[in-house]
């Protein structure tokens, strides 16, 4: 061959090529002089050192680049699991799709409330059977318009199951990366307000029992005192004109009518408490002086089994009470103690503990069998209701006269050595 | 179109022609600003021309590259005419507004198809002129040019204006008339690799952080036992900035500051943005610089090209930096001509159009007239 070869079809390096020619040596007849050789060989072997340096570069870059990515890798699998956790435990469907509205993930929720949602699925699948009603929803234009969410609810969808749904576009690096579907099933929202609203019917209805119950008690009461106060008056009159053989006779009506009196008086001031209309008048009450009147009032009562009354010295401190419902609260104790004791002592202490004021009384009757005690505050409640006179409404009413004054009354007794109830009221506040 | 390449080297190698000359074009040492005789010499021999220059990371001419020298090409124009203005910069902040007032000086000729822009290297954001420009020409005007350069120190650099070589300056020559053809490339040749980062912490284009952690940090493991070689060898993984708003663009590390770990780069690198890192080798830096000249080329006739190349591929090519001025030349048009610098950034039309501000690619203007 007379002529040169061209240098491409030597199918040299693209690199040697340029140098070869950069020295003007043709590869077939190699360099014109020593100098250029020299001057050639310098090139090549810089070009030699510098691609050393450029591997070292590379595979330092490579090597640190997989251990960054692998770091990356594994955190990207927890954050995933963590997610993907996440969405399991949420009350919700959820459904991911990708760009393409195709379904990515579902939640086993979202299984449970649409049916077998399977990967690859059309999002426009399963929007279908959110439309209940046979209006096309969009897809592409919700997804179109970017960065809006869409809702909506549906009655009937789902087998009959109420439900409200969300379309949320999810936006990377301002491109759509896909579609969150969220569906929340209303059934247990509806048991709930369902059961609330009943409930609260429940509570309208006992309310009104309550209050149609305290106005007949009130009424009735009212009705039979008025003919009773009549029988009484002249029963009293009879009783003064009245033989002797009769006079007895008169007494038992007297004793039973004054009963009856005070059941119905009983009743009217428990409903009265029960409608919330009982008004107490709060005022600093020395004890002394409402004991000696107890101790007065009820002494023929006690007196009557063999019993012996004692009133010990009161506290100084005043309470705050109501000084009428107090004593009768009182003689409710004392005369309740008369009853169930004989031969025995009644007595009447107070003391100052815990910045209250207790009044105990405490008699050496045959005490209260353990079961009766929890009961023995309701109305009605009688130990032995056979055997012993009375409404069987006072400890109810002494209960609910000390909760009005803001105290609380307790009582410990053992069988056949005694009780003792105690009210314990605050401390009067006002001075005097 | 004539051209005429010259080179200056303590005095011309070849005498300066004869004759009327358009524009003149000069690239060289960052020191002629001290001493600026050659630039004189070539304002007196060409009076009527419009100069326009800058200092230098390495001067091309042909395929070589030199430094401590001064190349200048004489372009003598038979129909396009040529104009140039010229603003002084006091403060980076006003890049973008300087831009626009270059841009409306020069389209206030009418006629415009072009405006080449050397800017100081330094004192001048280079997207916010490029911006600035771009915006206040009408449509279709090519914008191109560079940042210039003081070899790898960053100290100063100077703008020829035509009476002085000094920093602070902007020079836009516009070429006006229909003869003129205008081509351009940009390419780098860098890849981006590894996993995106975040950057957490950046004021301007000072880089604190990335995904939380100190930058400098990832870059002195990256470099291994080349990391006692920065600044200078972390041109070896420029970075890879999308900031949500434009195309990925390329930011070449300037200097770092081991108190606070910090990078400075040559341009903004906002705080939310996500950036990675980018490696090349020399194989694809001097191919890029291949496929750049061919997309500044229409092979209708030879041209002038006009190359700027980023510094850093000097420093990263090293020695093999004059393959890629050949690969350049190689691709253009027989008997075209091939001058220009090494520079702290190149302007160019970006992917989406407007002029944009570069790093570490090489950047080709092409100039040819046709006939009126």
């Given amino acids: ?432 | 179109m004539q051209v005429e390449l010259r080179h200056w080297k303590g005095s011309w190698s070849q005498p300066l022609p004869d004759g009327a000359a358009s524009v003149v074009l000069v690239f060289g040492d960052p020191a002629l600003a001290d001493d600026p005789a050659p630039l004189h010499e070539l304002r007196e021999a060409y009076p009527d021309a419009v100069h326009a220059g800058c200092s230098s990371s390495g001067e091309i001419l042909g395929t070589e590259i030199h430094e401590g020298t001064l190349v200048a090409a004489i372009v003598t124009f038979a129909h396009v005419e040529a104009r140039a203005v010229t603003r002084e910069i006091a403060d980076p902040a006003q890049s973008r507004e300087i831009g626009a007032a270059l841009a409306a000086d020069l389209s206030a000729t009418p006629g415009l198809r072009h405006v080449f822009l050397l800017s100081d290297g330094l004192g001048v954001n280079g997207s916010a002129l490029a911006a600035g420009v771009q915006h206040a020409l009408p449509e279709g005007v090519v914008v191109t040019g560079g940042l210039a350069g003081d070899g790898a120190r960053f100290q100063r650099t100077w703008v020829f204006d035509g009476e002085a070589a000094r920093s602070g300056v902007v020079r836009a020559i516009g070429l006006y008339g229909s003869a003129l053809r205008v081509g351009h490339g940009s390419e780098g040749g860098w890849i981006p690799f590894g996993v995106g980062r975040v950057v957490t912490r950046s004021v301007g284009n000072v880089l604190y952080e990335l995904d939380g952690k100190p930058a400098l940090a990832l870059y002195k493991e990256y470099l291994g036992e080349r990391a006692s070689g920065l600044p200078a060898t972390g041109l070896l993984f420029p970075l890879s900035l999308r900031d949500g708003t434009r195309h990925d663009i390329v930011r070449t590390i300037l200097a770092v500051d081991e108190r606070d770990q910090s990078l400075t780069f040559a341009g903004d690198i906002p705080q939310g943005s996500r950036v990675q890192l980018m490696r090349a080798d020399s194989e694809a830096l001097v191919e890029a610089a291949g496929s750049a000249a061919s997309a500044a080329s229409d092979d209708a006739g030879p041209v002038l090209g006009l190359a700027v190349s980023c510094v850093g591929r000097r420093l990263v090519l090293g020695e093999r930096t004059e393959e890629e001025v050949e690969e350049t030349l190689d691709q253009l048009p027989p008997g075209s001509w091939l001058t220009g610098f090494y520079s702290y950034g190149e302007l160019s039309p970006g992917k989406e159009g407007g002029c944009d501000l570069h790093n570490q690619t090489m950047t080709l203007t092409t100039w040819r007239e046709v006939g009126a």
């Fill in chain 1, 1 to 432: 061959m007379g002529k040169p070869r061209d240098l491409e079809e030597v199918s040299l390096h693209r690199t040697l090529q340029r140098q070869l020619r950069k020295f003007g040596i043709d590869p077939e007849t190699g360099p014109p002089d020593a100098e250029t050789w020299a001057r050639f060989l310098a090139r090549v072997d810089a070009t030699y050192r510098s691609t050393d340096e450029e591997r070292y570069t590379a595979q330092r870059a490579l090597e640190i680049s997989s251990r960054e990515m692998e770091a990356l890798s594994r955190q990207i699998a927890a954050d995933r699991e963590r997610l993907a956790q996440m969405i399991e435990s949420l009350p919700q469907a959820v459904v991911y799709t990708d760009a393409e509205l195709l379904v990515q993930f579902c939640n086993a929720q979202a299984s449970d409330l649409l049916g077998e949602v399977s990967a690859g699925a059309h999002l426009d699948s399963l929007v279908d059977l959110l439309d209940a009603h046979g209006h096309a929803i969009e897809v592409a234009g919700i997804v179109g318009r970017g960065l809006g969410e869409t809702s909506g609810a549906v009655e009937g969808g789902f087998g009959r199951i109420e439900a409200a749904w969300q379309l949320v576009p999810i936006v990377v690096d301002q491109r759509l990366d896909g579609v969150l579907l969220v569906v929340h099933d209303l059934r247990e929202v509806r048991a709930a307000e369902l059961a609330l609203h009943e409930a609260r019917m429940d509570a309208h209805v006992s309310r009104e029992t309550e209050v149609a119950r305290g106005r007949f008690l009130a009424n009735v009461s009212h009705e039979l005192r008025t003919p009773l106060n009549a029988i009484l008056g002249y029963t009293e009159m009879l009783q003064e004109e009245a033989a002797n053989g009769e006079a007895e006779d008169l007494s038992r009506i007297l004793h039973a009518g004054r009963h009856l009196l005070a059941l119905i008086n009983d009743l009217l001031d428990l409903s009265k408490i029960d409608a919330g209309k009982m008004e107490l008048v709060l005022e600093p009450v020395h004890l002394d002086e409402v004991l000696s009147e107890v101790a007065a009032t009820a002494g023929p009562l006690v007196a009557r089994h063999g019993n012996v009354l004692v009133v010990e010295d009161a506290v100084c401190t005043p309470v705050a009470a109501d000084a009428m419902r107090l004593r009768q609260c009182l003689l409710n104790l004392v005369g309740n103690a008369a009853k169930f004791t004989h031969e025995g002592t009644i007595r009447i202490a107070t003391r100052e503990r815990d910045g209250a004021v207790w009044i105990d009384v405490i008699d050496t009757g045959r005490g209260i069998p353990a079961h009766r005690l929890a009961g023995i505050f309701d109305a009605f409640e009688q130990v032995k209701p056979e055997e012993h006179q009375g409404t069987g409404l006072g400890l109810a009413l002494t209960r609910a006269f000390v909760q009005l004054m803001g105290g609380h009354i307790q009582v410990t007794s053992a069988v056949d050595v005694g009780s003792t109830f105690s009210l314990v009221l605050p401390r009067s506040t006002g001075g005097s």
